[in-house]
């Protein structure tokens, strides 16, 4: 078992930056590929971003590159997401979730934390 918790989620104004972090704890973390994803009322869970294990293969949505970075310290067992020049339509709640392999589909992921509310003021 992986338990996940995500922190960092706040309310910000148009243009602003938040940093997410992804905290687990369970079995060996540093094995699983991580994901981001996001859901916003009435919408499907769609995904943010992706880091392998090693962190050598990183992928993003088309609406957050450049603006998102997903980063890995496994030494911490942590994963972020750092989120830049933050637009309205980013508001969702951010859920961080492992498995095995990386892939944009969230069924192929394992292990989910609770979310964390992002709200963008515009």
């Known amino acids: 078992q992986v338990q996940l918790v995500e922190s960092g989620g706040g309310l910000v104004q148009t243009g602003g930056s938040l940093r997410l972090s992804c905290s687990a704890s369970g079995r060996t973390f540093s094995v699983y590929a991580v994901g981001w994803f996001r859901q916003a009322p009435g919408k499907d869970r769609g995904f943010v971003a992706t880091i392998e294990w090693s962190g050598s293969s990183i992928k993003y949505a088309d609406s957050v590159k450049i603006r998102f970075t997903i980063s890995r310290d496994n030494a911490k067992n942590t994963v972020y997401l750092q989120m830049n020049s933050l637009k309205h339509g980013d508001t969702a709640v951010y859920y961080c979730?492992?498995?095995?392999?990386?892939?944009?589909?969230?069924?192929?992921?394992?292990?989910w934390g609770q979310g964390t509310q992002v709200t963008v003021s515009s």
């Open positions: 979730a492992a498995g095995q392999p990386s892939s944009y589909d969230a069924q192929k992921y394992e292990y």
